[in-house]
């Protein structure tokens, strides 16, 4: 009996950065395929560094589709602040990266 072992990885689905490829320079989301990659396979301090916004992104993402089926009452504040925390940690974190 033969058997075949097909295994398929996340890697295998990442989409190249246009900006990158096209301008020669990282865009504001560079690395956040790479850091969720990262995530699910448990190195949450290398997930981290590549990409810091991926803590609150993540959860932005649930509430969204949470609210989106169950709708609740404050979810458009909490929605507002995720929003307001990633966007400022992924312009924090991207002028870093330029300088450094």
Do not use: W
Not at 65 to 80: P, R, T
């Amino acid at each position: 009996m033969i058997t075949i072992k097909i295994v398929v990885s996340i890697e295998d689905y990442m989409l190249p950065c246009l900006t990158k490829q096209l301008l020669g320079f990282e865009c504001l989301g560079c690395g956040s395929q790479r850091a969720f990659s990262l995530l699910i396979h448990g190195e949450f301090i290398l997930a981290f560094k590549m990409y810091p916004a991926i803590y609150t992104l993540i959860p932005l993402f649930l509430v969204i589709g949470a609210n989106y089926f169950l709708k609740f009452k404050y979810a458009s504040k909490i929605i507002s602040f995720l929003a307001i925390i990633s966007v400022s940690i992924i312009v924090i974190s991207y002028i870093y990266k330029l300088i450094s």
